[in-house]
Each structure stands twice: as C-alpha cells, then as structure tokens.
C-alpha cells in the first residue's frame, strides 16, 4: 500500500525539491552557499509580494512568530491578537509572554474574526501597537479577510499588522506590500513543499522602525541580526542547509508556475474537495473555509481518532485530527503542498472506503464523482 | 573533481543517513514519528553517557545554548563563562543578555582554560551559580580538560557546569554522568553526522532543579514545554522530521561501532593529521589541540583566504577558514563526521599540492608518508 501524506503540515514534497535535497553537503560560510542562498532570499520576495526584507530561520513556524514578538514590541507595548483556533491563541501566549499589554479577540472555533470588532478596539485604544492574527488556521481551516483587516488597522491605528501566514502564504492570494501587511511569517513545510525545520519572516520598513527601538532580550531570534547577515547571503547562524537546497528548487517551482496559477489551483482542490465532502452527507467545520485546508465534521457515531487511524492503516491516507476540544470531532485534510486533482479524487475514495467501514450512510461513489465534477467542469 | 567537505561542520554525512533522509515524509503526530523519535531519544543517553533527559530542539547549536541559559538561570545570577574563541565567547553575551551576573574569563585564542583560575574564582565567589564553558574550542581547535574543571567546580561550588560539547560529543572522550557534567549541547552536524538544522541539549537532574526556578521568560526554547512533550516521544513544536530520520540512522551507527571505538578513530586521525602537518614544516595552533578538529597556522608568506580558495577551486577540499582575528591566518580540519585514514591521507595529499602551488618549501611526500605512518603503526 503506497503511503499518502495530507496533513496540513508537513505536505507532500515535490521530487525535484527531494532530489535537490539529496546533494552533497556545502559549507554554509563558502561561495556555493551565498549563491543558492541569495536565490532564495530574492525569490522569498516574490513569494510574499513584497520589497520588503525576507529573512529565514532555521526553526519551526513557532519560532518564527516568536521572532516577530520579541523584535517588533517594547515590554508593555497595548497589542491585539486575535485568537480562533489554537494558533491564533499562540499570539496572545507570546506576547503575554513577553509582557505586552496584550488583549485576546476570541473568536468562537470555526469562525472568522469580524474585522468591525477590530475596529471597535482600536477606536477605543487608538494607542495599539500591533495587531496579530491568522491569515488561515490551521486547527479550523477558517480564512480571515486579511486585505479587510490590514486596511480597517490603518485606518483606525499607527498599529502594525503581523499575521501567521503559515498556511497561507503560497497558497491563499496574497500581496504582502499591496495589502499593507507589515510582518508576515510562514514554516517550510507547507505552502512552500519543504520538509518542515526552516521558518521565514518578511518585514516592511515600517516593521523595522519597530524592531530598531524594541527593549525585549533576544539572541537567537535576534532579526537585526539576521538581517545584516542575510543582506550579504549569509546567516547570523548556522542553517539548516539540506532544508535551503530544497527551497530554492520549490521556490524555482513556484516561479516557474506563478503565484497565481497556485493559489487558482489550491483554490480549485479545495472546492472540489468540500464539494465532495458535502455530497456523502458530511459537514464543513468552518463557516469561512480556507482553501490551504479543509475540515471535515465527522457524524456523531463515528470516533474521529478510531477513524482517522482506520484510514491509515487500511488506506494508507493519513490526514490530521482535531486539536483540544475537537479531539475525534473532526479532520483535516491538506490541499496545499505538491497536490492535483487526482490526489483529491483518491483522498475522496480512500474517504468514501473508511465512512462505509463505519456504517455511514452515503450512495457510493457520490463523493468522488462530486468531486470529478467540479475539475470536469474546470477543464 | 569530487568535492571533499572537511570543515568541523557541516561534516561529511554517511551514505546510510543520506538514505534514511529521502525516506518519504511522515506526520510528526503520528505513530511512525513517535516510534522514530523514542528509539533517537533513547540513543541520545549513549551518545551522552547520561542517564539524564536527552531533549532534541530545532535550531542550530546556538539556539541549543540559549535555552541553556534561559531556562537554567534566574535574572541576576551570578555566572562564570570562560572565553578561549567565539563560541566561548557566545556563552558571555548570551548571559549578559538576559542580565545574568556573568564575569567572563578571558583565556588567550589557543590555549586551554586553567582548571586552577577557575578554582580561584569560585573560591572568591562561592555564590556562583553556574560554570559555562566549551569543551571543544571550534574556533581554535582547543580542547579543555573538561573531566578536571567538573571536579573543581563540584568541589568548590554549587555551580552548574554547563558544557558546549558541540564539536566534542561523540568525537572526544565524554561522560556526562561519570564526570558529572549537568548540562551539554550538541549540533547535528558535528559529531551526530547529520546536515545542521537539529540541536541537542542533555541535562541532569541537579539541572532540572534550576530549570524549575527559572524566572527568564522563554517559549519555543522552553525546556520544561520540551521535556513534557518529549517524554511520550513528541515534540512541543513542529520538527525537523527528515533530520530525525537521518539522526536514528546515524545513531544506529555510532551505536554498532561503539561510542569508544569512535573516540579512539577520532584521536587517531587528528594524530596522523597533526604529525603530517608538522613534516611540512607547519605549526598547530591550539598547545592543547582537540581531536575533533586541527587548526594549522599558515606561513606569513601565505594568504589564508586565498589559499583556502585555491585548494577548494583546484583541488576539490573545503576547509574552514580563521575567524576574527585569525582570518586569513590559519585554516581548520575536520577528524569528526564520516572521515577515516584514507580520508585523511588524501586531505594531507591536497594540503601537499597546494602548499608546492604557494611556493611553501618542503620535500614532497613528507606530510603523506607522516599521516600514513601513524596509521601503519596501529594497524
């Protein structure tokens, strides 16, 4: 049985980016360095549509957001984060961490924030440093209208908008500089189709005014740092090199597509998905579904954790289950990462399989054909 | 011409590991993972020769350090580091930075720390709470007498000794129990023979206590986050998963061939290199040289940078370079890493060619027929 990963992180790899990977080591202080890395520091901007600086890190995606906090506020800075699902709720955790002033917009689970309750915060704290949210989270697969956001924080604010693009960047449309977004962070292992251990963070100017008179301790996150490194195509540390030869060939990859075609496709594999989804009689969790992911509700009689290994085990699928309270509640699957059509179609098989293994109700074959029919139609 | 990687990290990576790293991707909160990453954790404790907590991080061995330091120390500690190169050094900044009470002990660019000074200060400063110190100099090429130096500290203070055995773990002898270490880091890409991107940390019981008490903020570097999740084989944030896979295939080795047995390889092939590069009428220069690495003084005739550059274009052999204000004087030699006595005969054979190419005068074959020597003598 052939192995297929659809976990929204990490995402399949493609082979060249396999391939590239497999070369023989390089020194990262040498030549041959500077030059695939400066590659891939310049195409990082083309990913994130910026002209800003693209620094990468040699972490997860965690330390990457990390890194914003620590650079960007002063200790007791007012701060916003919003939080609906368990990675916006890291926001709040890294800057109270850090003792930021900071105030958490819960979000109910499966629901976007609503840019007018931002906007009601900032008339009342005029003086808020920085608004931190998900572009898409992962623990719900609900999308925030991040254009709206960055535009409703200008308005009403001098705040910063840094947002978890961790699975959005790549993925969901999105024009860093345009937007006004000014601190954006993503991990290699999903939009970029990298196995996971690099983080990257793009900074606007703006963003760097902050992080010139921010007063919180850093060293290894220390993005001032980096970045007198990385103008040369340097590190401030050793990286992860193997990671960095994988990059550069996705983001060769990427190029060679364009952004747009990306986010069109991902956007097509995840409507054809939850189409499918919803022909064999199963519910979205999110009410704003993002297209990097989606999940799934599974029918009260069936054990998402039972269901979830039963799909492993005998299908060879492997999707991502609930976090905390949604533990065996629902599923996840990926669209972003190396994945086409036919890798949704035999996700939506594999998926009609395990529902009938576990007495659900559905005529079969209506989930794929559902499916099919949206990338038919598409042709 | 094939390219030769002899630089104290990133090291030659064994064919086995490279293997074991294009295994397809798997989920890091899966089953797989979990079994993957017990059978690393439990490797580590050999590797180590601890019976303490073996914790793998995401980063590279600076961010290794910092966690020592953040998570160890209370604000105001008062410290002792010993600085003898710039990763002795890196253990004074990361303690002044987050406002520990460090008094560094400066030890000239090639020489080993005087077990004696060490003695002196803490017998002036019986308050001291932790002793960080380097194992192996990567800089300079020296080793300390790491055995020694616990001994004065446990016998002199309540002092924590906290080692950077980056370029020592697993390569020179160490027994973190036995010599009572409390805490040492390691990179991946040093003595594991793993691309960089992983980082380990080993801590002792007694270590744990003051981890316990740590006041200094912390989050992705948060050990105690770390050790939770890693004690049902986890990870608190997204791993370096392909690294793991290449860390279980490398331990496995190190294991087959026996942490002793690697010692003593390792103590041969500096040896051999040594007394090769003495019959080319060259200088050591560290007086208390480590076996995990050599560090060769160029004539002044000779222009480090260039020649360094030369015997990579020409010959095909990376070599590191001085740092600071070494740079352009000296060069450096990986022993540890997938190296063995052929290796280190061809690496003399290059060394040879490119000296003659740079008008050094010596008779030819000397520094070959040296190393080659050493090696007769064992067989």
């Known amino acids: 049985m052939r192995a297929r990963l659809f976990t929204p992180g990490p995402t399949q790899i493609p082979e060249r980016v396999q391939i590239a990977m497999t070369n023989p080591l390089i020194h990262h202080r040498g030549i041959q360095f500077k030059q695939l890395f400066q590659e891939v520091r310049d195409d990082l901007k083309y990913f994130f549509q910026t002209e800003g600086t693209v620094l990468t890190l040699t972490s997860s995606g965690t330390g990457a957001m990390e890194a914003c906090v620590v650079n960007l506020l002063c200790k007791g800075d007012k701060v916003l984060t919003i939080s609906g699902g368990k990675f916006g709720e890291r926001w709040g955790l890294l800057c109270n961490n850090c003792t930021a002033d900071a105030t958490v917009l819960d979000v109910p689970w499966g629901e976007a924030v609503n840019p007018e309750d931002i906007k009601d915060f900032l008339k009342k704290n005029p003086d808020t440093k920085a608004v931190f949210l998900t572009h898409s989270e992962t623990a719900t697969g609900v999308a925030s209208d991040l254009q709206t956001i960055a535009k409703v924080v200008h308005e009403n604010s001098e705040a910063l908008v840094v947002v978890d693009s961790i699975t959005s960047a790549g993925v969901l449309p999105f024009k860093m500089d345009e937007w006004g977004v000014d601190v954006a962070v993503t991990g290699s292992q999903k939009g970029l189709m ?3 251990g690099l983080a990257v963070v793009a900074l606007s100017n703006r963003a760097w005014e902050r992080v010139e008179k921010s007063d919180i301790p850093k060293f290894y996150f220390d993005l001032k740092k980096e970045r007198k490194a990385q103008e040369i195509a340097n590190t401030a540390w050793t990286p ?18 364009g952004l747009e075609n990306m986010w069109e496709k991902y956007a097509l594999l995840a409507h054809a998905t939850r189409q499918g989804v919803l022909a064999l009689g199963l519910e979205l969790f999110a009410k704003s579904p993002s297209d990097s ?50 890798d949704m179609i035999s996700m939506a098989s594999g998926l009609e399989f395990a529902l009938a293994d576990f007495d659900w109700e559905f005529e079969h074959g209506s989930g794929v054909t559902a499916v099919q029919k949206v990338f038919l139609e598409e042709k």
């Open 240 to 257: 992860a090199i193997t990671l960095i030869m994988g990059l550069r060939e996705s983001l060769k990859m990427i190029r060679e597509k």
């Open 194 to 196: 990298v196995p996971p």
């Open 293 to 342: 992911l989606t999940a799934v509700k599974l029918p009260e009689s069936i054990d998402g954790v039972a269901f979830n290994k039963h799909l492993r085990e005998k299908y060879g699928i492997t999707v991502a289950g609930g976090q905390a309270h949604l533990k065996g509640k629902i599923f996840r699957v990926s669209h972003m990462g190396y994945y086409d059509a036919l």
